[in-house]
């Protein structure tokens, strides 16, 4: 049996895949990346290695993206997040023309063409705002966890709006409302439809496929997929783990380049 | 980056330049803008100062953050061009390479780069009480017309009647003559070294051509910036005729968009170098060519192609105009894609700029990117983003065949 592995060490975490030689997932984890990328990178690719039960030894090909991507020791090369991430949503989604990914620091539009190859892409500018790192802000000051804002702000039934770009300005906003006596649900959706308004446009620049796949971690945030949905005018899908598949992506390519392909 | 043996004689030149122009006690020093009509004042014998040229080398030496900070403390906002906060902050502190610019007798601005370098050129005329003289260089919307013409004309005649009467003497009609045939000869020789970029593979990168600019800003008119460019010309063409290439094994091709990011020259020469990837050609280098006709023989009215010449720049034309002259860019030049510098500084230069790269893409069916970045200010860049979206890029590409 030969195996292969994407590592996708970003701002806020450090993801692997495991693939094994016919393209099966075998392993995976998300750990967050701290302060340590190297570490965090090696830690995740560990972690697969354990759940499968083989030595690192046993890897044929390890390829690693992310911002990270040139501190993963284990790697025998590297590939853009942009790349991976077109490649892991084709391979769940084959169909897909239009990639959404919000990561930690950054969110990127994809467009795509066969194969999962890329066609064209757009990424935020130096700002932060409409990315995990703004959604992880605005979690802190209305003080409720990261990963209970999607299902909040789905019971949410006042309509809200947050209408400042820059993040820090945002906050702002969001304690404003809160010392309005707002629910935290409602601001919390006004947070996520900003989020979608600031995504869409960007998508925009690339264009927006009928098939439109949303990948990273803020895809897991039900509120954010529902706005985006709602903005574009139509449903959009999300991966079952959409914060594995640049590790995906990474891992495909790891596999590819084993085969020639 | 490309190790050019004529690089030793250029910081000769510019050395020499930056001398004279903090010593001289007879020739008048004026300050004016990059794309001024500088032939006028090589006529009547005054030594042109570029703060632009400044700014840039002062970024270069990765001395610009210091002295923006200290004009920010001044109290300019940092909204404002990075050329211009980092040339307040040398004239505030006397900083930079050569401890500050000597003290204008008096300014020349034209507004074909810019609009508002006029507010900056006003801060420094109340500074030292120095008269400004204005060339303004309406926008070209839809081409060069008669009316541009004969307004820019008119200018320049007036402007020979400020020179005469700020310096005490008449305008110097002979010499202008001979300033105007070197400016073309100059400007000449550049254009065929960067034209050389056409071979595959390229002979020089164009983050050399950025370095190599410095006679063709400042000394444009003089003797020695023609003989400096024949020099690098024929430097260029031999390394061309014997296939010498700039990147060894080149497989892709760019054009860049923008000005240099002059504080990561070294950064950007080597990224690209290690992705197999040259810049071969940038509408930035190519502006200095525009000069290559600024001199007509004949009975023909002088004063036209000057001011031709100084209204047609790149960033004085309408995006059509601009989008067409990319798209030859990336034909003729044989590209494999383009890279734009959405730059914080220079609004004239960015506005556009992601539906231009649409456009472009859809004209050559080449893949571009816009980075995010800025000239000379290092708070407004970010290594990893930039060169993420880089790497993406070249990802897309299709390798020369």
């Not at chain 1, 892409?121 to 990261?146: H, S, W, Y």
């Not at chain 2, 100062?49 to 002062?58: G, T, V």
Request: overall charge negative; hydrophobic content about 40%.
């Amino acid at each position: 049996m030969t195996w292969f592995a994407g590592v996708d060490v970003g701002s806020l975490s450090a993801d692997a895949v495991l693939l094994d030689q016919d393209g099966q997932i075998r392993a995976w984890a998300v750990l967050p990346t701290g302060n340590n990328s190297q570490k965090a990178g090696a830690a995740a690719l560990h972690r697969v290695l354990d759940q499968a039960g083989i030595t690192e030894d046993r890897l044929t090909r390890v390829i690693s993206t992310g911002y990270s991507r040139a501190r993963v020791e284990q790697a025998g090369g590297t590939k853009t997040e942009i790349a991976c991430h077109a490649k892991g949503a084709w391979h769940e989604f084959p169909d897909a023309g239009t990639i959404i990914d919000i990561g930690g620091q950054d969110s990127k539009a994809i467009r795509v063409g066969p194969a999962g190859r890329v066609l064209n892409f757009a990424m935020n500018d130096k700002c932060a705002a409409g990315t995990g790192r703004f959604l992880e802000v605005m979690a802190q000051a209305l003080d409720i966890p990261l990963d209970r804002m999607g299902d909040l702000a789905v019971e949410s039934t006042e309509d809200l709006t947050i209408s400042s770009i820059c993040t820090v300005f945002a906050e702002s906003e969001v304690v404003g409302l809160i010392s309005q006596g707002k629910r935290p649900g409602d601001i919390a959706r006004a947070v996520a439809r900003s989020i979608a308004r600031r995504t869409v446009g960007l998508a925009g620049r690339v264009g927006l496929d009928e098939r439109v796949v949303m990948t990273g971690g803020v895809a897991k945030n039900r509120a954010v997929v529902q706005a985006i949905s709602d903005t574009i005018g139509h449903p959009i899908s999300v991966p079952k783990e959409p914060q594995i598949i640049g590790a995906l992506g990474a891992a495909l390519f790891a596999r590819e380049t084993e085969s020639g392909g | 980056m490309t190790r050019f043996k004529a690089l030793s004689r250029m910081k000769e030149i510019m050395t020499d330049y930056y001398v004279e122009a903090k010593t001289t006690r007879e020739k008048p020093v004026a300050w004016v803008t990059s794309g001024a009509p500088v032939e006028f004042l090589f006529a009547m014998d005054v030594i042109p100062i570029y703060p632009e040229n400044y700014a840039a080398m002062c970024a270069a030496n990765h001395q610009s953050l210091e002295l923006m900070e200290a004009a920010e403390a001044a109290g300019f906002s940092q909204d404002i061009c990075a050329y211009a906060r980092t040339d307040f902050g040398a004239d505030i502190t006397q900083g930079g390479p050569v401890g500050g610019l000597p003290a204008p007798r008096f300014l020349l601005c034209s507004t074909n780069i810019c609009k508002t370098v006029i507010k900056w050129y006003e801060v420094v005329a109340r500074k030292y009480d120095v008269p400004l003289f204005i060339v303004d260089t309406p926008f070209l919307h839809h081409g060069l017309t008669r009316e541009l013409i004969d307004y820019t004309v008119t200018q320049m005649k007036h402007l020979e009647a400020f020179l005469a009467e700020t310096l005490g003497r008449p305008f110097d009609r002979e010499r202008f003559l001979e300033v105007l045939q070197l400016s073309n000869q100059a400007s000449t020789y550049w254009m065929k070294m960067l034209e050389l970029g056409r071979k595959i593979p390229s002979p020089f990168n164009s983050l050399d051509t950025f370095i190599h600019l410095g006679p063709i800003v400042t000394l444009r008119g003089t003797r020695t910036c023609v003989d400096y460019y024949k020099l690098l010309y024929e430097e260029v063409a031999e390394r061309a005729a014997r296939n010498i290439p700039s990147v060894p094994g080149e497989k892709y091709r760019l054009l860049w968009d923008n000005l240099p990011v002059w504080f990561k020259m070294r950064r950007l020469g080597e990224f690209f170098e290690e992705r197999k990837t040259t810049l071969v050609t940038t509408t930035y280098a190519n502006s200095w060519g525009n000069y290559a006709h600024i001199y007509q023989d004949g009975s023909g009215d002088i004063y036209e192609p000057i001011a031709a010449a100084y209204l047609n720049v790149y960033i004085n034309y309408g995006f059509e105009d601009r989008i067409r002259y990319l798209a030859s860019l990336i034909e003729e030049f044989s590209l494999t894609g383009f890279v734009m510098h959405s730059n914080r500084s220079c609004k004239p230069y960015s506005v556009g700029m992601y539906r231009m790269q649409e456009e472009l893409t859809r004209l050559t069916g080449k893949p571009g990117v816009v980075i995010e970045a800025d000239q000379n200010d290092p708070r407004a860049y970010s290594d990893a983003q930039v060169e993420t979206r880089l790497e993406a890029l070249i990802e897309s590409m299709e390798a020369v065949s």
